[in-house]
């Protein structure tokens, strides 16, 4: 066990140290910061000053080499634009974009499992197919289409929900947080539904394959047999099942949830990681981007072995050793 | 997003059947037509992409010729006639490009998009994913690792960095699909190729002394076909959704030779305007196309999965 | 600790206000802007929002009004006292936030701390390099004394903020942003600062000048476009900046708002390759074969590509109305605009007589460049371009970029023909000369952005002298005539100089300003009287 995850520990770091080489290199690349960072009216002597004073005008191993110094001292760097320290900027903007994927999460499961449990277990049903159907469209409506769509109708048209936006936040922790208030709760609705959609299919769609594929595995066909109700059949023996791929994916999705804000946050102002990332490849503010896809990589390492963990909780059958 | 690894991934790990003996084609059509909606979704899917390849020669316009455009007629309402004399039944976008056009030639460009890379991405992926499970050893630990680090980074946030540092360009998106979705086509196959490795037709071959390339592609390949078409026909979808968006972020194809997904960001600007067309009917043409190829996707793997089979 | 406190209640405030009363009786007001505030640091990062930002907590010895035109702020009078020298009249009994007193001390601080910022992306020490040293006469007399004879001082000083020498000696960028030291003269006091998302603000009730009419300001940033027309349209805040043209029709006609426009000082223009006489790097024959000369370099072609826009199209359709067609780089009523050099008319007929003069009777291909996120429509303009040109024989491939991008091949010389754009921040015509068309010297700091390298010394020669004559007639016609010559020799191709776009609700009323700027102090409720 220790030495899997000492190896696992091991092979994020050889990948968060390929990941910074690749996204230095790729932003050197892409343009030069100075132009979009200076004004207009700078002159050629105060264009070299601030390329000096960005420290663009070493070599760029050296700029690398420097960069790695620091980090391993826990400095990622201050942002070109704002002047303040990389991480910093990105942990401000965590709980917003954590607020969004975990709304999002959980809108997926409260509306997605009873759905995929019904389709599962009624499958001829003319409801089923409809909810069938509409996880076709969730997958196939693209995030930025609905996103708009919403703010059209629930904002504009309608006027019941906030069109943009964070609301107002209740600091709990050191953190601020938004849920907690109603207005926040408005705020939170339409981004975290709109960001939800998509994974609503997707519990939907797993549930139902799962509980289709256990009610013909031979021991729920023994409880029945058995004379158990079937309502403890399904939540007992048939639910526990199919929890497992669930988690799985849900816990994997939460991750690309995060990433995927991306979108959902350009189109709601939400001030969260996503915007902040965009914002900063569209000025090239490469201490951030090197910083966020760090900790994006991490995240990602994290999440994996968690799940792997969750996974040999539920299922005795997978066993760490076998990896 | 990434739902396609997850719905492929118990259809991936799950043995597969051989085919019967008798008429496995005729059986496998039979069974995709018990779908209605599946079979729908073919028909529409097989008529998109009829349109799509013959655009050049039924579209009214050449949307991608700057002197066939004016901007004068920017902007009209669906059934306006414009100034080159023919009706715009879906209306024009800001430049005067006739919509019907546009969508013609967006949905090209997507489905190029799609199936290119959904194609290339299939054919480096299963090569990999099939070495991996046939040598195993180091080589499958090393393609697994690099497996591994692609499906464990969002497949947006990768192909918005790889286009911000290739620019622009249909090629160019292709290419960043690609590097993005081969991990999900390798993982794919390399599941069902440790299944199969292990039966007897292919130790039978082993024992004949049959060249491995031999082995690999005539018995071992024909073998994962199954669920490599699932993937595929999910990740052609994907692709699809997710050059829309890359468009949408304002990298991905150029502004020039819109794509459907770059139409609908066109005309997103324009949506609170109430010129709804520039958007809408790009959005329609998207949607009926990524539905035809999911409502195919879906059935093929119910059938594909002899699980489910009484 | 108390800020936080503030910050809570202001919240509560501003939370039970949405919805229920209208911002005019409320005292409140909710604002969204388009562009991202880096800093409230004013030295740290010389960039129009943060100089926005600047002047709303802090205050200029001379000001900007809404046309462009000085007037004064914390100083009262300036004029030139010898050659070299300016002498300011500080207004008297202005205090800052904190409570300590505005004087001559404090203009001499600030004018060392500007270069002295760390780390700045940008620095406004371009504003006072001209500067020798500051002579402090009395505590509401102070006198600059520059290198050389330099008129523009007061256009320049009004883009430096003023800092209190006692509160913010060794203030850090970080101080500012945390509100510590966010303390200035001006008409709002810092209330919150997150970064990224907004900025709160509350009126200094002791402002020397005209009092805000809102307690307290919201300045949110939205920087989608959409977002933040929805966001005016379902009345979550109360005023935006930056409305998209797309939407402008729409909201023109939408009874939920009230747009301001107003022409600005940013002129949008083609650039074209002077550099290279042995054949443009982007244009070609109709067979794909490099030309073996510049067609660039002939004036006939670079008049007859000018002729061949049509301008007023650009401005009804793609800009829904805007923009004014130019032909020169500041709009009418700005020092150094040439009365009567007007914007070429379309003419495609002797546009191509004009080509097949040049021996281009065929045309050529050409690939057009531009940014498509940095100034209003730029992608969809290039694409208008293209269409013209495309239509006159010159057959134009487009490749629209974003900014970053696109700027870095511009300054490399890599490009043939490319739509950039031009803000005149000090109001007047040797700023545009001096970035725009003035031949590219590092010494003397010319043609920064003459990225296609642009040179004719005759225009350099009456720049020169222009930026010396601190006899503002001379100067103006001095101005007006290197225009004139940069025109008359298509150094570049105006297109249109923008008009600056906001949108409100309709019962509040806004000072809109030629220099974009937007401002709280400049929003107040329609019916009262200023």
Known sequence: ?323 | MSTTTANTTPAAAEPVATPKVEGPWRRFISEFAESKLALLGLIVFVIIALVAIFAPWIAPQNPYDLAQLDIMDGRMEPGTVGGAGFTYWLGTDDQGRDMLSGIMYGLRISLLVGVGSAVIACAVGASLGMLAAYAGGRTDTVIMRLVDLQLSFPSILAALMILAFLGKGVMNVVLALVIVEWAYYARTVRGTALVERRREYIEAAQCLALPTRRIIFRHLLPNCMPPLIVVATMQIARAIALEATLSFLGLGVPITEPSLGLLISNGYEYMLSGKYWISFYPGIALLVTIVSINLMGDQLRDVLNPRLKK | MKIGIKAAVLAAVSALATGALSPAQSQNLTMAVGAQITSLDPHYHALSPNFAVATMIFDTLVQFDADAQMEPGLAESWKPVAPTVWEFKLRPNVRFHNGNPFTAEDVAFTIDRVPAVPNSPSSYAIYTRAIERVEVVDPVTVRFHTRSPYPVLPNDLSQVAMLDRETHDKASTDDFNSGKVAIGTGPFRYVDFRSGERLRLERNEEYWGQKPHWKAVDYRVVVNDSARTAGVLAGDVDFIDQVPTSDLSTLKRDQRVKIAEKDGLRIIFLALDHLHPEGSPQITGHDGKPLNKNPLLDLRVRKALSMAIDRQAIATRVMEGAAMPAGQFLPEGAFGHVPGLEAPKADPEGAKKLLAEAGYPDGFRITLSGPNDRYMNDGRIVQAIGQMWTRLGVRTTVDAQPWTTFVSRAGRQELSAFLVGWGSSSGEASNPLRSLVAGYNRDKGFGTSNRGRYSNPELDAKLEAALAELDDPKREALLQEATRIAMEDVAIIPIHIQKNLWAMRPNLRHESRADELTRAQDVRPAEAAR
């Open chain 1, 1 to 323: 066990m220790s030495v899997y995850l000492l190896r696992r520990l091991l092979q994020s770091v050889l990948v968060m140290l390929a990941m910074s080489v690749i996204v230095f290199v790729g932003v050197f690349a892409i343009g030069d910061p100075v132009e979009i960072l200076i004004s207009p009216d700078a002159d050629q002597m105060e264009r070299e000053r601030a390329i000096k004073a960005l420290g663009l005008d070493l070599p760029l191993w050296q700029q690398y080499l420097s960069f790695l110094g620091n980090a391993l001292r826990g400095d990622l760097g201050r942002s070109f634009v704002f002047n303040e320290p990389a991480l910093q900027l990105i942990l401000q903007r965590m709980p917003a974009t954590l607020e969004l994927a975990l709304g999002a999460t959980f809108l997926a499961l409260i509306i997605g499992l009873p759905l995929g449990l019904y389709a599962g277990l009624k499958p001829k049903s003319p409801v089923s197919s409809a909810i069938m159907a509409g996880s076709i469209l969730g997958f196939s409506l693209p995030t930025f289409w609905v996103g708009l769509m919403l703010i059209m109708v629930f904002a504009v048209q309608l006027g019941w929900l906030p069109s943009t936006g964070r609301g107002p936040t209740v600091e709990v922790l050191g953190l601020h947080w938004s849920f907690l208030t109603w207005d926040g709760l408005r705020h939170l609705a339409m981004p975290a539904l709109n960001l939800a959609l998509f994974k609503i299919s997707l519990v939907i769609r797993l549930t139902r394959a799962g509980v289709r594929e256990t009610m013909l595995m031979d021991y729920v066909k023994f409880a029945r047999a058995k004379g158990l109700s079937p309502a403890r059949v399904t939540y007992v023996h048939v639910f526990k099942n199919i929890m497992i791929p669930v988690v799985t994916v849900v816990g994997l999705e939460l991750g690309s949830t995060i990433a995927f804000s991306v979108v959902t946050e350009s189109v709601f102002a939400w001030p969260g990681m996503g915007k902040l990332i965009i914002d900063s490849i569209n000025v090239l503010d490469r201490p951030v981007i090197v910083a966020y896809l760090m900790m994006i990589v991490l995240m990602f390492i994290t999440i994996n072995l968690l799940v792997d963990l969750a996974y040999s909780a539920l299922d005795p059958r997978v066993r760490l050793e076998n990896k």
